[in-house]
C-alpha cells in the first residue's frame, strides 16, 4: 500500500498550520451580517441565541436560588421585579430566543443528516411560519396573565 | 440626474501596512457588467489596478468578487441592475490577499486536487448535441467553474483555515457518485473527518452564491447521509467484541 498522507503524485493539502495573510475574519465573519441571506442569518441567529439561552440558564438558576433563602425572598423578587412591563418583553424575547433556536435546531439536524436538502428553503420557511404563530399566541398569553 | 457610478475599489499593493478603498467614477452602459467597469477604470484611470480575469462569460470562474459586500463573478454582474450609485468591490474572503482584488487561489486548488475530483462528466455527456464533421462529440464538464466564491461566502472558513470547504466536498461527493477511475475510500476518508464534512452548519450560503449550478451544500448533505451509511455499515461489519 502507498502512503495515503505522502504525496505520491497527489496534491498534498497545504499546511493549515503556516501563517498565511488569509484574512479569515474570525468571529467577526460569523456575525457579520452584510450579504449574508436566509440561511446565513439563520446560523448567526442560532448561535446568537444558542449563547444566549445558555447564558439566560444559569440567570434561571440564580434566581432560582433566592428560593433557598425562603418564601420572603422570592415573594419580592416577584413583586419588586418580574411584574414589570420590562420583564414582560423579556419573556417575548427568550420565548422568541428559543423559538428560534429550537426550530432551526431541528432544521440543521434534519437537513445536517441529509434528510429534506431539496426541500430545505421551505423547511426554514415553513418553521419560520410556526415559530411566529406560537411567539405571537405567546406574546397574547403573557400580556393577558402579566396585566 | 447623473447616470456615473463611483466605484470603490480596494486597493492593497505589497509592502503596504494596510488595504484602503480608491473611488472611480464609470458611466455604465445598460449592459456594462463590473468586469467592463473595472477594466475600463484600469485602461483609462489606473493602470496599476489588478485584478483577475480571462473569459468575460461564467466559464473561467476567475473573476469572482465581492461587490457591495456579495460575492459574484464580476463578468456577468449589471452594473445598472445593481441600482446603488456608489459600487464597493473587493477582493474574495477567507483566501490570502496578493494584490488589490487578486487573492491566493493556491491553497483553494490544492484542496481541489486533494479529492482527485475528474473534469469530464460521463453521466451527462451532450449526446444531443449535433457537431460538424470531424469536431469530436462535445463534452460536458462538471459544473463547478473552480471560482472560490463558495469558501469566501462560508462563515465557517471565517474561523476554520483548516476547513476542506464546499467547492472540495461538492467535488468529492462527485467522485461519490461518479468515480471515474477515482480513488472513493480514500477521497471519502478526506470527507469523513472534523474539518470536512462535518464542519459545516447549514447556513447554504455557498450555494446561495455560486454562480454555477454546483449546489455545494447540497453535496456537503448528501456526503454526510453516505459517510453515515459507510460508518454504519464499518460498525456492523466489525466481529463481536473487537475494539476491546
Ligand atoms: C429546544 C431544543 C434545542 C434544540 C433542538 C437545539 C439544537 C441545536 C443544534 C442542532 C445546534 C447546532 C447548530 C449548528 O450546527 O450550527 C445547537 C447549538 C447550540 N445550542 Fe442548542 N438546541 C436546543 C436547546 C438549547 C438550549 C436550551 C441551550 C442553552 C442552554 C442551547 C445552547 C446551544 C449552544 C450554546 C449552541 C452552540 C451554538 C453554535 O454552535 O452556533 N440549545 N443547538
Ligand atoms: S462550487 Fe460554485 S462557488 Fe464554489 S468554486 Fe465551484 S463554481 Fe465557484
Ligand atoms: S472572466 Fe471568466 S468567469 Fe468571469
Known sequence: ??????????????????????????????????????GGWAFILNRVTGLGVLFYLYLHLLVLSQLAIG??????????WFLNPVFLVLDVVLLAGLLI???????????????????????????????????????LMFISHGG | MSDTVTFRVHRFKHGDAASHHDSFEFEPGPRSTVLDALTAIRRTQDPTLTLRH???????????????GQEVLACVTNVRELGTGEVTVDPLGNAPLVNDLVVDMGPFYARLNAVERPLVRESELVTGARTASGIPQPLRYEDCIECGICISACPIAATDPEYLGPAALAAADRVREEPRGGDVPFVLGLADAPHGAWRCHVAFECSEACPSNEAPASHIMQLRRSLIGRRWRALLAQPVGAGR
Open chain 1, 71 to 80: 418564601p420572603g425572598a422570592w415573594d419580592s423578587l416577584l413583586k419588586n
Open chain 1, 101 to 139: 433556536h429550537g426550530l432551526n435546531g431541528i432544521r440543521v439536524s434534519l437537513v445536517g443528516f441529509g434528510l429534506v436538502v431539496s426541500r430545505q428553503k421551505a423547511l426554514l420557511g415553513a418553521f419560520g411560519t410556526i415559530g411566529a404563530i406560537v411567539l405571537l399566541i405567546g406574546t
Open chain 1, 1 to 38: 500500500m502507498t502512503d495515503r498522507t505522502a504525496p505520491t503524485g497527489r496534491t498534498a493539502l497545504p499546511d493549515a498550520t503556516a501563517p498565511s495573510r488569509a484574512r479569515r475574519r474570525g468571529v467577526a465573519g460569523w456575525v457579520d451580517v452584510r450579504g449574508r441571506r436566509l
Open chain 2, 54 to 68: 480571462s473569459c468575460f462569460h461564467a466559464s473561467c470562474g476567475t473573476c469572482g468578487m465581492k461587490v457591495n
